[in-house]
């Protein structure tokens, strides 16, 4: 009896303790659960109303759309916020030299084509990819670009490293050296859509990875 007593006791502790491991706010979870969009990046994009349009404005624009409807690309997706912040400043910049605003429409496309695809490489990449301690080195699906990703994870309760993972997007700017770099991060990663995987950066990040004034304040 006392043997059966012990057996209940440690199948319910099991329990508990397996319930308490699943909890799904990030006190437990090593890595973000991965995602599936049932179409492709670019429907993706359009089915977010609101959070990518300034995106979508560009890709149109540049010729990308076709990109990010077939094959197997990765997307560091910047939000509408991420152009929103870079306009301002342009255009505050801009005021002070009694110059005429700039918007994404009538900028100069060949700027906006080399900075919109440092976000877009030429495989598609998970964070697992970029598990690797000075991450990985990607080549950007226009102009074989080098940008850096590496693997990043949250301390969880008790737990370090043991939180939700994401990834930090650099832009080298040519260099092997990382204090050199621009560094980004993310706010969600490994959405796997029909055409590759989208990784959504930070809404504070400013698009253009400190190009955007200098490359259209002319």
Not at 102 to 117: F, G, H, I, P, W
Not at 137 to 145: D, N
């Amino acid at each position: 009896m006392v043997m059966l007593k012990q057996l209940y006791f440690w199948v319910f502790a099991t329990a508990i303790f397996i319930f308490a491991c699943g909890k799904d706010d990030g006190d437990y979870t090593s890595v973000n659960a991965q995602q599936v969009y049932p179409g492709s990046t670019y429907e993706y994009l359009k089915s977010n109303t609101g959070r990518f349009d300034s995106l979508l404005l560009l890709v149109d624009r540049l010729k990308l759309t076709d990109t990010l409807k077939t094959g197997q690309y990765t997307l560091f997706a910047p939000t509408n916020a991420s152009f929103r912040f870079v306009l301002e400043n342009l255009n505050a910049v801009r005021k002070a030299k009694n110059l005429p605003p700039v918007y994404l429409r009538q900028a100069d496309s060949a700027q906006l084509d080399t900075m919109l695809t440092r976000y877009v490489l030429a495989k598609a990449y998970n964070t697992e990819d970029m598990n690797y301690a000075d991450g990985i080195e990607f080549t950007t699906v226009r102009y074989q670009y080098v940008m850096n990703g590496r693997r990043r994870t949250t301390n969880a309760e008790g737990f370090v490293g043991g939180g939700p993972s994401y990834a930090e997007y650099s832009d080298t700017k040519g260099s092997k050296y990382n204090r050199d770099w621009v560094i980004t991060s993310t706010q969600s990663v490994n959405l796997v859509t029909t055409t590759g995987i989208v990784h959504v950066l930070r809404d504070d990040h400013a698009f253009g990875f400190e190009e955007f004034i200098p490359r259209l304040n002319k």
